[in-house]
């Protein structure tokens, strides 16, 4: 295979909606000539589309995101967001209006928070007992504590979050990034999905669907159970030599002479090697044997209880560092809708992860990769401050008032935004609407949420979708 | 391709000294593009310039002339041009059009002829005109030198160069093109050896015949019309992209049409107007009626959200607007959409065209007078089916009756128990307020007090049962400290209590008892017959909308009122606004009968071109939805010409054309490259050999299903579902969400799984994941081309994808029974089901010490059938092959 062949396919590696490697070369001589410098038709081409990297409208801060996603709604004045208030009204009516989620076990008493609350680091960030490693990086996390999506449930309230409106049927944050900036490894898939290894959460695929983009743009996500990502690795009776016999003898197949001269068919080889240059980068980047010990117990590998988590934090680190634009690590499903024995669950809960976010934003940063990296812990609600279940307590739903936390990629390190009222009912200083936070989340990508647009129907798309999103420039570093 | 050509031909024109440059031909295109829509067009004209005429721009504007002849320097247009100050967007002249404007100011700014008094009376070049798409169908003489015409004509141009036709493909290359190309599957050992056998000079033409009298041949061109129709079996538009229940009936009706081998005049006036061709009322319909309305589904096809919760003025108009785009690349190949805003940029398509014709479709897609999907349907249903099903509805409604006063029985039991737990002062002023019809602000806030009351409702109980579980054991508990008890009265008196008790709260376990009662009502509606329906497009009889050009494309600025026509540019006959021997108003009959008459330029060209693509992978014009100037100029005008003119005299009819394409040499030569062709015409447009062509996605899963033995044939019926699953990928399979919206185990589809490809569902939202990555189309609105991409992850699913790895195994299953106890029988066999060959050389054996090394792994790893694994893995690779995938 010449060498311009081998440029071109891997220029066009992993691109679905191309127009196949004769195009590609073409347009690639031709932008060498200059002579696309003004297409002629722009409006009406096909639009290629692939997973370079891509331009973005201004001088981006953040290069790539690591979301963990908290499916259930993490209870806020328990872990970041303390109201003394409570502690006074602990058991009495609740005196304001409240809406219920839970019928069968609602009640109207107020429930005060039972752990004790201390500050941290040198912003003095306010966390509870049971988020010790979060108090340990305070001053590298922007905790928002008015974020706000005012919709029923889980389902609305993960959409909303995840996809700019309470529909289904939308493109997945994560595939707007690898839209609009392409990813920098394309060796590996742009948008990849770490779930938990017990099941999915709420709403299942969609969490990582690309909607109406193209589905190249989709989430990858890694299983687990064996083939860990579907079509990439082997089944595992192919894996390693037979399938490595297999790819030997399909190349000799192909190279019967009969393709000689015909770029489609040599590219068609190319493509296969490229495969499995693919499968040897992830099975690489999910192989953490060669971490330090050290790494490793810093993210609490050692310990039954943060050992999955900890591993797909690091191996989201991994991923990041070599080039991957947007990864979501995933709790169970609604492992954080504490409804009821929220004394036992929600520690249990804050002692799966606590330990391995605090490693991951510890050890970006050891790396010089924090700057440059989004790290996201939250859910898509929090709770209410009175009674679920009186006979075992828990909280039911709050969408209009909740805390989730940034760190890195350009977000201000050490700095509380905005509030709840004196319950932590509702947030109702310098409110964050799902589109704010997506409008800022853009911006700090150098992308403009009015400008990153995509053409379906006749109309520009976009991930606010005419919401008045607004670039929270307080929470900028 | 084509931005190259353009970039050449106007660099050629400049180079070429002698030809005079023209306003008419050469600069006025230019400005067209790029400064008519503010100077100009639409009554704008910023700056007070008007550039569409010379002599306008000889007058000028506010800052004075903005030529002057002979002298581009002085010459304000050339100035501004040469700086990049005009055009005012990103969008600037390319240096080649800069060049020919200081050329033509230069050689005096001249023109053609005489410019007319009115720049609007020029909406049409005659240049425009001269186009040599909207020049009538020639029947051009055929060459002499071949006995094929087809030969003829491609032999005159191959001649030309110095070339000829490549040698004719051996007869095992030959069958499995064939068969490809028409039933889009392989052929079967038994075909090709029964080929390979028949020495008779007609053997070919026999294989012909027998292909296009199967109904797999109906399958696979239907499906290249479904592309062009833009079929789907969902809506678009809106997120939900909801399912659409009937298409399918359309997708059956174009298969029937193509076995049939139904004239392309019918099938195109049967597609556009079918319903005007049946009386209504359309009820107790007969078949042949029941096709003719199915076929106007092809103006249906257009994705519709107004349906689905979009039924706005801009979701109605999209629905036109898309329909349009798929009548105007089908029929007449081209992008008229662009006029919908302003006169097209390229091709001489008024703005005023495009309303017009909208006019046409107006009275059957009236978005004033707006009907939803639903409420176009056509019942198929007869009165005694819809008699059956009211009577089984009367039952149903009376199990919905005592459904509900068994909810009304849990609420009181749900009640009582919640009252319990709350002051006994309260509960009677509560229990009146939960009551209450309309409460009281003393009934609210007592109310509000006691959440757990409030809350209570019919949507709710289910949650109780958990409670009520729980206080059973409870009291079972309790109940089993007083077992031994017997002799203790108290005791008695207790378990008593505690019995009561428990038959309480037994009696208020809703879930399962509200649950089965709503499946006895939901089975007893299952029983009534289904209500099949017709896609169809129809008018409102005696409505008849006035069509107005809308200002700048928006739908809520109508402006000057326009009647039916066709383009302008081909100058149709007008079409008569309402014809008053009919309940509709006969325009879209009308129009199918312009475009189906024979003086057509467009449709018999735009046609045959197609049917030229299917076979030899590229088209005479290889942007076959687009005819005009952006797209690509005929490589064979005259053979392009000859076969319309021959298609449409001999009856519009598709099975003698292709038997006419595929008995030519030039079908039947080698793929087989060779120097000299390579460096004279390297991109084989001149047909000196036979295209390689990928196989389109649907082609490749057939085609594996084939080699399985799996595939199930039957035609038609409603498609084989799709639905996502864990990892977000789209397989076959009916959805089965959890409530949070999880996708769980598909029901069994009984053989439904291994249909042809075209059976299964389209849903623009969710195309089949293995289809997508072979670049199946997305239907916004339809396909005109397909792209065929060469990308790793395709390379993935042939190494891991499970329908690939389970289908291998499959045929490797079927090698074993084919030739028992007999390896090299079983990968010979292999090789042949397969690539549709003998292996050749050295081929067998190395495939023989490739499953044996195999083997002997799998073996190692105590794979409980490594014989069979290994030979699977083997016919992976035979379906993996570049061979398989590729028709040569």
Redesign the interface.
Known sequence: MNEFLANSTRRHFLSQNAMGIGGVALAWLLQREGLLANPVKPDLAAVAHNLLPKQPHHAPRAKAMISCFMQGGPSHMDICDPKPLLDKWNGKDFPEKIKYDNAAQASSKVLASKWKFKKHGQSGMDFSEIVPGFGSIADEICLIRSMRTGVNNHGQSIHALNSGRTVAGRPALGSWLTYGLGTENQNLPAYMVLRDPVNIPVLGVLNWSAGWLPSLYQGTVVRAREPRILNLDPPPHLRGKPQENFLEFLSALNRDGKSKGELDLEARIASFELAARMQTAAADVMDISDESDATKKLYGIDDAATKDFGTRCLIARRLVERGVRFVQVFTKNQFWDHHGNIINSLPASCKKIDRPMAALVKDLKGRGLLDSTVVHWGGEMGRLPVVQNEKSPGRDHNTYGFSMWLAGGGFKGGHIHGATDEWGHRAIENVVNHYDYHATLLHLFGLDHTRLTYKRAAQEQTLTDGQPGKVVKEILA | ????L??CSLLAALSVGAAPVLFEKDIRPILKEHCFQCHGEDGKEKGDLDVRLRRLLLEGGEHGPAIVAGQPGKSLLFQKVRDGKMPKDQ????AAEIALIREWIAQGAKTARPEPVDPNAVLITTEERNFWAFQPIKNPAVPKGAKNPIDAFLLKQLKAKGLAFSKAADKRTLIRRATFDLTGLPPTPAEIKKFVEDNSPGAFAKIIDRLLDSPRYGERWGRHWLDVAGYADSE??????AERAWAWRYRDYVIRAFNIDMPWDRFIREQLAGDEMVKPPYNNLKPEQIDKLTATGFLRMA?D?TGAGANNA?ARN?VM?ETLKIVSTSLMGL?VG?AQCHDHRYDPIPQHDYYQLRAIFEPSLDPKRWRAPNSRRITLFTDAERKKSDAIEVEAKKLDGERQKKVDFFIKQTLSWKLESIPEAARKPLREAYRAKKRNAEQNALL?????V????AG?LY??D??YSGEISKLNTERKKLADKKEDPKAMEELKRLDARIKFFRDALSKKVLDAMAKKAKDLRATKPEEPFIRALTEQPGKVPTTHVFYRGNHDQPKTAVKPAGLSVVTAKAIPENNEAIPSTGRRTAFAKHLTAGQHPLTARVLVNRFWLHHFGRGLVDTPGDFGK?GERPSHPELLDWLASDFMKHGWQLKRLHKLIMTSDAYRQVS??NAKQ?SIDPDNRLLGRVN?R?MEAETIRDAILSVSGQIKNKIGGKPVPVM??????FIIGKEN?DG????GKSADLKGEEFRRSLYVQVRR?R?L?FL??F?AP?M?PNCAKR????????????????FV?AQSRVMAERLQKLAPKDPDGQLAAGWEHALGHEPIGDELS??RE?VQ??TA??KE?K?KTPEL?ALA??C???M????F??V?
């Open positions: 391709m084509r931005i190259l353009g970039t969008k600037k002249l390319a678009g538009y809106t997120e939900s992209d994705p959200g801009a999209q607007a992008t662009c509000k007090k006691y959440p757990s409030r809350q209570i409702s709710s949650l109780y958990r409670e952006l087989r490259r390579d390689i990928r996502e699953d864990e990892v977000g990928q969400l949070e919206r999880k996708p939202s195309k994941s997508d990555a670049d997305a916004e792209p065929v991409s060469t990308v790793a992850p395709q390379a993935l699913i042939f190494m891991n994808n499970e790895i190395r495939a490739f090394k195999q792994l799998f790893r794979d694994t893995n083997y992976q690779a035979l993996s092959a570049n061979r995938v590729y040569d």
